[in-house]
């Protein structure tokens, strides 16, 4: 069992900045990939931006420029920087953690945090 702590969302201004943590514990071994997801109400959970294990990235084009994900290997952990948020971006967050253990290869979710970009 992998578990994922999430933390960092709120309510922030539009042109604000946020940034969001996840930190996995537990039967790790070895993690492939660390991303984040978001889902708006009504609408389906769409990949935000990932991470690889040696530090590739891509992102969706609405946050190019805005956001940055990284990731601390030693926490286990990854993060979300985002910048001149948009209203457009509310959204639950949710963490998303694939990789490997001796009983297989995993694929986690976090239990999600909610950015509301609103004035």
């Known amino acids: 069992q992998v578990q994922l702590v999430e933390s960092g969302g709120g309510l922030v201004q539009p042109g604000g900045s946020l940034r969001l943590s996840c930190a996995a514990s537990g039967s790790i071994w070895r993690i492939y990939t660390m991303a984040w997801y978001r889902q708006a109400p009504g609408k389906q959970r769409d990949l935000v931006a990932r991470?690889?294990?040696?530090?590739?990235?891509d992102y969706a084009d609405s946050v190019k420029g805005r956001f940055t994900i990284s990731r601390d290997n030693a926490k286990n952990t990854v993060y979300l920087q985002m910048n001149s948020l948009k209203p457009e971006d509310t959204a639950v967050y949710y963490c998303?953690?694939?990789?490997?253990?001796?009983?297989?290869?995993?694929?986690?979710w976090g239990q999600g945090t909610q950015v509301t970009v609103s004035s």
């Open positions: 998303n953690v694939r990789g490997w253990s001796p009983r297989g290869e995993y694929d986690y």
């Open positions: 991470i690889g294990s040696g530090g590739s990235t």
